[in-house]
């Protein structure tokens, strides 16, 4: 059944959009920097590389099923 949510879990989704919206946006960015460097931290330890191969493997799983931009032959 695709869609269907619990009570508890729109209850917590509300909740974490109340606190973010009750942030700064100073605090909204330095949210977003922690939660990608814990990303990263997180892929590297599961996968066993160092910082540079994880981030390049996260940005080219980010580039999968695109259509390549004309831009980006120039």
Known sequence: ???VR???A???ARE???RIAAMSPAQRVALA???GEEGIASYMATQG???ATAIARIKATR???RRPSRCADR
Request: net charge positive; glycine share 10%.
């Open 63 to 65: 580039r999968l099923g």
């Open 49 to 51: 590389v160092d910082r």
């Open 6 to 8: 619990s009570k508890s």
């Open 10 to 12: 729109d209850e917590a």
């Open 1 to 3: 059944m695709a869609g």
């Open 33 to 35: 920097e922690r939660l």
């Open 16 to 18: 974490r959009a109340r």
